[in-house]
């Protein structure tokens, strides 16, 4: 618990950490007193791995004694299935022609083609988009479960769509973990005041 409220409070801090090495580093660490060897054995058997799991002639085009070594990238499908969601839900698209008539000053359409409530992102009356959204904020290991005014907190920065506070509420009082921890604040049975 402690350290949940820790990465609570650090959580709402713009926070970098930057490593020094070498002689810029006033105070020496654990990171700046490991021998070249022991990294070099490293890299070589991170190399290995890699080089098990991914076809390097795709990857790789050689250059002298040079490698150059082409970007993975890994993207959500979440805000593809918004998009699609949106096209679906009859709530959404009664919204988006509102908006192409200028009636709904407050809603609008990105460039990239979602309806948007300000800045956040309208999610279609589906749930398993909702559930996607709702688990990935309530159980990740970033968020440990935080209760339903934070978790609303949170979501409400990026996305919206009707009754979000509500349904929040709900899933977080159908979490059996948040029951279990969660705070007392009645006196024990068999108390009496004196």
């Not at 070498?22 to 990171?31: H, I, Q, S």
């Not at 083609?113 to 559930?131: A, H, Q, S, T, W």
Request: hydrophobic share 35%; with cysteine.
């Amino acid at each position: 618990m402690r350290q949940r409220r820790w990465i609570e409070l650090l959580k709402d801090y713009d926070c970098a950490i930057r490593y020094h090495p070498g002689k810029a580093n006033v105070v020496a660490d654990a990171l700046s007193r490991k021998s070249t060897g022991f990294m070099a054995s490293l890299v070589v058997k991170q190399w290995k791995s890699f080089e098990e799991n991914f076809d390097l002639k795709a990857l790789r085009k050689e250059q002298d004694s040079m490698i150059l070594m082409a970007s993975i990238q890994v993207q959500s499908d979440l805000i593809q299935q918004i998009k699609e969601g949106q096209l679906r839900d009859p709530h959404l698209i009664y919204l988006r022609s509102e908006v192409e008539k200028e009636l709904k000053p407050q809603f609008q359409v990105s460039k990239d083609g979602l309806l948007r409530f300000g800045e956040r992102v309208c999610v279609p009356n589906e749930p398993d988009i909702k559930n996607q959204i709702l688990n990935e904020s309530h159980t990740s290991k970033y968020t440990l479960h935080p209760g339903s005014t934070k978790m609303y907190r949170d979501l409400q920065s990026h996305y919206w769509w009707k009754g979000m506070k509500k349904e929040i509420a709900m899933y977080v009082s159908k979490c059996l973990t948040c029951q279990q921890i969660k705070v007392e604040h009645q006196r024990p049975e068999g108390c009496c005041n004196l």
